[in-house]
């Protein structure tokens, strides 16, 4: 690297940052071969070849990886140690058996869960992030992952910082670190340069990469990015591990399940064959097909293709979700919490008048001031609305701005808005040489700060709030000579009027509200505007309220108060990111599946403590980077779509889990029984593994199934006691036809050993298949709930394979023997007496009071928050090496 002054680069990439911060800032500049106005667009390009993207992670399906999880399943393992035994006992057939079993299982999995992941990136790069720079002189949006070392970035409240930056100028700039340094206190930051051989905490001179901009406004020039950034060494640390979601909680509990059921069966199975003197081997197969056997080996291929089917039929409602298994998650929510802009009103903020309250005053000069206190920098001839909030942006839109002469006024300093103070504080002098300080804000704040307020103030506040309108209120009062100004100026204030903000009600709103009501879901609203506002809001669109609770009750509530009254409530109001994120973790530990939709960077603590977070594509950095479903539309039709599909996954997978787990076991059972009972094995190892690879085979066409519309009105969890329930009914009832074909065959038909494992092969995978069409519904089968097409000639196609099977020209290596027509005959009047038998289990079963416990409260920790983070620091695809990608600044004589 070249250096343009006689400052050496640091030794090594860690040191870099530290160097950075204890240099001047134009030292830095030259190092960076940057200037005041930024790279050009042909200098960043030319970087972004040489350095590489600013990314921790890239993001591709990779099919070796996808291979590499399909060998590594434990039922697969489980599968070869049986095909190497028998091989290596001399049974080759038994062994090539399994072998192609194993072969076309891997197959099945790879192939779906493959296209499931293609899924995901096609969804990943449909999420994209944004940095505010400065490039050609002037301020524009490009995506994270395009910074480059040398950008000059621009950072206002809210923001995540995009890389590691050393920061040129601030006003007020105030950065959360906790994610890098674990510092819970928001730290102060200032362009002087800190002493050299600071510790990261100490880099006041400096922004981390991933750390969230809390209060003030900034801009610094990017050192490191990538990997390079302390962030990033963060998250390549962690690994690629994504935190896991309820319901990979829920699948693991399952699995657990499964292999306490294997375990016990296979042990009791193998013990008990040795007792009888059976052969060891012989023994050790058959327990080893059991085990295998009483799994559902194609659950992963089938939640696979379900999300994936899942996620591009939510891409077309215009619902993204972040990852895959938070579908389900989706689905699961009982409760949504909604700030109201956007959702409940249209989102489109119009700036309609400005009243004056103080004598003498006309509004125009009302608008005047409040032009002045936005954070947009006037002074040049077309001030930049990038990064404005949004009733800022409408007061820069409206025809009062169109008057407005930037010439006459000088802008000395400003006080950025936060989410403490709520409001906007300039120090302004005029071409008369006049100092004014101007305050604008929430009404209550300033008006706090202000001393003889008019007499008609409180009044002509009051009307605007009854008719729904969003107000900020202007004061001002004269300042000497000065060039700063600090919080504490805010002061001895002259209210001087109003300004009128109208976002109007949705048209369709009601309808979305009633049509989630429908869905179980509790509606809540969260805003940081007046309590009558949101009423009025909610009054017009026939929304029943239940109470309302502001920021000040909130405060004065202990935990256990506020969960009771927040959980009758309806509206909370002029709350903080702090109450909103308290009130939910309260929702949540009182049982209910919580969802929170809010787009702001005072939603960020409410999106990380929900179970899911809900934001849109135009949000907040920090608020996008939060959630796990990003909505295009901010619109609860779409959130209704979206919570309807995942219900619907849900409902499907489970019904894989209740029908394989029931006639599984049941027929497990029956085998062990009969290997103790009888004088030879009732079906062979590879018998036992061909039948089950058939019946999940048919089975991933359950993604493509109807679901009856009560299972869509209503949260389903899962719930490992209420399947262990259903497994313990209706794998007997599945055993008892297991018994009573052993007794068919046995006592009418006088069958041999492979006339036997025939008879039962053909019943088993008969009844254990065609059983979809009763377990996928609640109601009579056929006649009021029908299955997909697919569903049914999948089902149809294997019991056709299944008796095909022992006719043809494989009988004989895969064990079978004819058998006599009259068996069939029986066959039809069994099957028919199951299923009518299921049918009454099914009335008693269900109609039985659901005993479900209380959704447990989820903990989200470190890694969570360091994952979801790095999220948008990820590559949309992987880019070719590079000699130069070391996320640094590579000099032109490099």
């Known amino acids: 690297m070249t250096v343009k002054d006689s400052r050496r680069a640091p030794a090594g990439e860690s040191d870099l940052l530290r160097a950075a911060a204890s240099w001047p800032t134009d030292e830095v500049l030259r190092f960076a071969a940057s200037g005041p106005d ?35 399943s434990p039922i697969l393992i489980l599968l070869f140690i049986t095909a190497v035994v028998s091989a290596f006992l001399g049974d080759a057939t038994n062994s090539v058996i399994i072998t192609v079993i194993l072969l076309v299982s891997v197959g099945l999995g790879f192939v779906n869960e493959f296209r499931a992941e293609r899924a995901a990136d096609a969804l990943h790069d449909q999420v994209r992030y944004n940095a505010v720079v400065l490039r050609d002189g002037g301020r524009r949006s490009v995506d994270v992952v395009d910074l480059v070392p040398g950008d000059l970035v621009v950072l206002a409240v809210g923001s995540v910082v995009p890389a590691d930056l050393r ?39 400096c922004a981390l990469m991933g750390t969230v901009v809390q209060s003030g406004n900034g801009t610094g020039v990017v050192v490191a990015t990538g990997p390079r950034t302390e962030f990033g060494r963060i998250a390549v640390g962690l690994g690629t591990q994504v935190p896991q979601t309820e319901f990979q909680r829920g699948l693991g509990r399952f699995s657990l399940l499964l292999l306490e059921v294997a375990i016990a069966l296979t042990s009791v199975i193998f013990v008990a064959n040795l007792l009888l003197q059976r052969p060891l081997i012989e023994s050790l197969l058959f327990s080893l097909a059991i085990a295998v056997g009483i799994t559902p080996q194609l659950l992963p291929a089938v939640v696979s293709t379900s999300l994936a089917t899942g ?24 409760m949504l919490v909604t700030d109201k802009t956007g959702t409940l009103t249209e989102g489109h903020i119009s700036f309609t008048a400005a009243i004056p309250v103080a ?9 005047l001031l409040g032009l002045l206190a936005t954070e947009t920098d006037y002074s040049v001839p077309s001030p930049s609305m990038v990064g404005l909030n949004a009733l800022d942006s409408a007061l820069w839109a409206s025809v009062a701005a169109q008057g407005f002469d930037p010439a006459q006024y000088r802008r000395l300093d400003l006080i950025p808005f936060d989410h403490d103070r709520r409001m906007t504080t300039v120090l302004v002098a005029d071409s008369a040489g006049r100092y004014r300080l101007i305050s604008k804000g929430a009404p209550e704040d300033l008006m706090r700060r202000c001393i003889g307020l008019p007499s008609g103030a409180q009044a002509a506040l009051d009307a605007q709030y009854d008719a729904g309108a969003r107000v900020v209120a202007v004061a001002a009062r004269d300042a000497g000579p000065a060039t700063r100004i600090r919080p504490g100026d805010e002061r001895d204030l002259a209210l001087v009027g109003l300004l009128i903000f109208v976002d109007a009600p949705k048209a369709d709103a009601r309808e979305s509200l009633e049509r989630l009501a429908e869905l179980g879901i509790a509606v809540k609203i969260a805003t940081g505007d007046n309590a009558r506002v949101a009423e009025k809001v909610c009054a017009e669109l026939g929304m029943a309220s239940t109470g309302t609770l502001t920021g000040e009750d909130i405060d004065r509530l202990d935990d256990d108060a506020l969960g009771e009254s927040a959980r009758r409530t309806t509206i909370f109001a002029r709350v903080s990111p702090q109450q909103k994120a308290r009130v939910v973790k309260l929702l949540r530990e009182k049982g209910r599946s919580v969802a929170f939709l809010g787009d702001g960077v005072n939603d960020a603590l409410a999106l990380h403590h929900a179970d899911i977070g809900i934001s849109v594509e135009s949000a907040a950095d ?35 889990v209740l029908m394989g787990t029931s006639s599984n076991f049941g027929n497990m059972f029956s085998a062990s029984i009969a290997s103790v009972l009888l004088p030879f094995l009732p079906m062979l190892p590879g018998q036992i593994l061909l039948n089950n690879l058939l019946y999940d085979a048919g089975q991933l066409a359950i993604p493509t199934d109807r679901v009856d519309r009560e299972q869509l ?117 069994m099957v028919l007496a199951y299923l ?6 099914k009335l008693w079963f269900f109609s039985r009071a659901a005993q479900r416990p209380a959704a447990a409260v989820r903990r989200r920790g470190y890694p969570h928050r360091v994952v979801r983070r790095a999220a948008r620091f990820t590559a949309r695809s992987p880019r070719p090496s590079a000699r130069g990608r070391s996320g640094r600044v590579v000099g032109p004589a490099d």
């Open 311 to 334: 996620s591009r039929a939510l891409a077309k409602r215009r619902v993204l979700v972040k990852r895959l298994v938070c579908i389900e998650d989706l689905g699961d929510m009982d």
């Open 836 to 841: 009518v038998l299921v049918e009454v289990a």
């Open 713 to 829: 009105h209503a949260p389903s969890h899962w719930d490992i006691a209420y399947i262990r329930r259903f497994m313990l009914l209706f794998g007997p009832i599945s055993s008892l036809f297991d018994f009573a074909t052993f007794a068919l065959m046995i006592f009418a038909f006088s069958a041999a050993p492979s006339e036997f494992r025939t008879g039962w092969f053909i019943e088993s995978i008969a009844t254990q298949t065609l059983i979809i069409f009763a377990v996928r519904t609640r109601r009579v089968p056929f006649f009021r709930s029908r299955p997909s097409a697919a569903l049914t000639i999948a089902s149809l196609g294997v019991v056709a394979a299944g008796v095909w099977l022992p006719f043809s020209p494989l009988a004989g290596v895969l064990g079978f023997a004819p058998i006599p027509l009259p068996f069939f005959l029986a066959l039809v009047g």
């Open 359 to 367: 004598p003498g005053v006309q509004a125009h000069e009302v608008e």
């Open 38 to 72: 930024g790279l050009t667009d042909a200098e960043a390009g030319a970087r972004l070849r040489s350095v590489g993207p600013n990314a921790v992670r890239g993001h591709r399906a990779r099919p070796w990886l996808v291979l590499r999880r399909q060998l590594t």
């Open 622 to 656: 920090v608020a996008k980077d939060a959630a796990d479903v990003l909505l295009l539309d901010k619109d609860l039709a779409v959130l209704a779509s979206g919570v309807m599909e995942g219900r619907r996954i849900f409902a499907n997978t489970i019904k894989y």
């Open 167 to 205: 920061l040129l100028t601030c006003d007020e700039l105030q950065c959360d670190e906790a994610i890098v340094t674990g510092e819970s206190l928001a730290v102060a930051k200032d362009p002087t340069a800190a002493p050299a051989g600071a510790g990261l905490g100490d880099l006041t001179s």
